[in-house]
């Protein structure tokens, strides 16, 4: 259903374009050539837009801002949500600064055939703000992420992590967690067979402590190796409590 809906209205688009182009000949006026009347209607459109777009901002940020990441549950979830929430501050501040003017100007400033257009070559004050105060903001988030990063991927705790396969059928999973050896067996695609849906060598003695569960339980404290494989596609490997 939605794909005709799209085709009918690519269809009516072509359609209006069409009408459009023979009124413009009936009118005997050139295909191409621009009135101040559709630039009139440009700038007023362009303004309509623009409130439009501010207007369904903030009814999107006061009706889903609250559906954002779920309380952080590891570690370092609070270093990196602080990295999100400064981020998004950075670009919505630079959003609602640059979008109004944007669409301000395109109205205020439509074509108009007695008006002629200021010939401004260059301003290098005005350059060099605009190149050294975003490149200063771009610096200080990239070092701020990349130090997230590195507190993230090598942690402090110097503890061996815990062990765990997490197996995935499309949309099913499954996990394998190691034994007291913390080793897991040897499993692979071609021994699937019956009741062995994991295809873990059953011949290998690593695999003979190992635990098959379809929840996951996560000791506190505790740091922790996940091994991802898969039977075909992997779907949904998501864990947002854990901003992973």
């Given at each position: 259903m939605t794909l005709i809906v799209l085709v009918l209205a690519v269809l009516t688009a072509l359609q209006l374009i069409r009408i459009f182009e023979l009124s413009s000949k009936a009118r005997k006026r050139a295909e191409y050539e621009i009135s101040d009347k559709d630039n009139n209607n440009q700038g007023w459109l362009m303004l309509i837009f623009g409130i439009g777009l501010m207007l369904a901002f903030f009814w999107m940020l006061a009706n889903w801002g609250k559906l954002m990441l779920?309380?952080?549950?590891?570690?370092?979830?609070?270093?990196?949500?602080?990295?999100?929430?400064?981020?998004?501050?950075?670009?919505?501040?630079?959003?609602?600064?640059?979008?109004?003017?944007?669409?301000?100007?395109?109205?205020?400033?439509?074509?108009?055939?007695?008006?002629?257009?200021?010939?401004?070559?260059?301003?290098?004050?005005?350059?060099?703000?605009?190149?050294?105060?975003?490149?200063?903001?771009?610096?200080?988030?990239?070092?701020?992420?990349?130090?997230?990063?590195?507190?993230?991927?090598?942690?402090?705790?110097?503890?061996?992590?815990?062990?765990?396969?997490l197996y995935a059928q499309q949309f099913k999973w499954t996990a394998r967690y190691a034994g007291a050896d913390n080793k897991l067996g040897f499993a692979n695609v071609r021994l699937i067979k019956d009741a062995n849906v994991l295809g873990v060598d059953t011949l290998d003695a690593l695999a003979a402590d190992d635990k098959v569960a379809t929840e996951i339980h996560l000791p506190v404290g505790r740091p922790v190796l996940f091994k991802f494989r898969s039977q075909d596609v992997i779907h949904s490997a998501y864990m947002p409590h854990f901003r992973a």
């Open positions: 779920p309380k952080s549950a590891s570690e370092h979830g609070n270093d990196i949500d602080n990295l999100f929430k400064i981020s998004m501050y950075v670009i919505i501040a630079m959003f609602l600064v640059v979008q109004p003017i944007l669409f301000y100007f395109a109205w205020k400033y439509r074509g108009a055939s007695n008006r002629k257009a200021t010939y401004y070559e260059h301003n290098n004050r005005l350059e060099f703000v605009w190149t050294i105060v975003p490149a200063i903001i771009l610096a200080v988030l990239i070092i701020y992420g990349m130090t997230t990063w590195s507190k993230t991927m090598n942690p402090n705790n110097e503890q061996q992590p815990m062990v765990i396969e």
